[in-house]
């Protein structure tokens, strides 16, 4: 059983007044390692090392291609180890070292993407009249809470600390509970990088205790928060409730797949379907888990997708072969279940999976499960299942599919399939989300890292990614010089 400890400038911390949870392997139910619940003194001792690295600027006050070689060394340490941090991944939360998509390999390209944006962080020189120059500059915010969840747990909590650290911010990262095993490596590999003491501290716990406690704390600038909408609520409520402290949530979603009977090619429609909602057993927001088809092509859209729900090879992450693998914990398995019986109970038809599978191995595991003729306000279509669970939703017309797919309180993505460009351009505009519109099969990776979005509606607040998410980590400071 592995003990993991909180990194506090630049030295593992006992938390030795803590309660200690215990974590079990997702593929077989087996208790694995403690870690400590979290307690006050840890969590203070953790904001006040970054704060004192903050205020004596000991990372801020570098120059941009000092932190810029830093961060580089850092994602050079990633890539080495990629294959480590995926195998931590693994026995932490169920996902397959196969799944290349958001694994550690991708983190490091994450890190080296906003080390090389340093310098694409612009202030603004105003127009002013002969006896002023007016200017502002973008500077980092302070200290940084980083509350990240479990599915993608390397990448999800560079997608904060490469964009927060690269500005010149100082972090204390809290990774779920779930999965705490990469970030503490990680927070490592950054120290032998360069990385100033002080400068990323790591503290463990539940997040009603450690979470809430950063949200809550004064000596924390900006709270960036991904996980439930729920959740995300209360991290806007402890803002008020302290210091006003800036604050980002990435939230939850209902993401649709909109299919138009113009769309020449419904095998690659289904083939892309399918992927999306098997990846990391559908444990990510943006998994696309409905599916509005026109009406007229229903019934082959939906045979296409039984055929390739039988296509999962489930068993042990850690084995390369496997492509499924097993839910994050026994919580989360049975939220998966009653979702389905939930789905049985509206009147849905269930095409495909819905029970517990290698039960044997005592692991998380559920199959892939398929509704069709799921009514848009049915639960299995309006709340976040956060599991490999698909529902088919027909509709008549273009305003029908429309109103379906922004009936949902979330608002963070949508695929739009029709090989009219105008009809995908009228969907996409009245979309409250982001929206790809697919005119043909989807192979290359667009825009990449630069690419930034914002959610809209109650899947959260703030800009992710590229160089609009950097600066989502400054603030806006003017400076004014009266010159006579």
Known sequence: ?????????????????????TLCNPANGRASRTLPEGTPACIDSAVCAARQAFDDRRWSELSPSQRCEILQRFADLIEAESLELDRMDALDMGKPVSLSLFNADSAAKLVRHCADSISHVLGDVYASDKTTFVSQRRVPIGVVAAITPWNFPTVNALMKL??????????????????????????????????????????????????????????????????????????LQYSSESNMKKVHVECGGKSPHIVFPDYADLDEVADLIVQLILVNQGQWCSTGSRVLVHKDIEERLVEKLAVRFKTFVAGDPLEPSTTFGPLVNEQQLNRVLEYIEKGKASGATLVAGGQRILVETGGYYVEPTLFSDVKSHDRIAQEEIFGPVLSVIAFDDEEEAIEIANSTVYGLFAHVWTSGITTGMRVAKRMNSGVAIHASKPVGEGAGLALSMEPFAQSGLGVEGGVAGMEAYTRRQVIWLNHG
């Open 162 to 235: 490469a964009p927060a650290l690269a500005v010149g911010n100082t972090v204390v990262l809290k990774p779920s509970e779930n999965s705490p095993q990469s970030a503490m490596r990680l927070a490592k590999l950054a120290t032998v990088a360069g990385l100033p003491n002080g400068v990323l501290n790591i503290v463990h716990g539940s997040g009603i205790t450690v979470g809430r406690a950063l949200a809550l704390h004064e000596g924390v600038d900006m709270i960036s928060f991904t996980g439930s909408t729920s959740v995300g609520k209360r991290m």
């Open 1 to 21: 059983m592995t003990d993991i400890t909180a990194y506090i400038n630049g030295q593992d911390h006992d938390d030795l007044e803590s309660q200690q949870l």
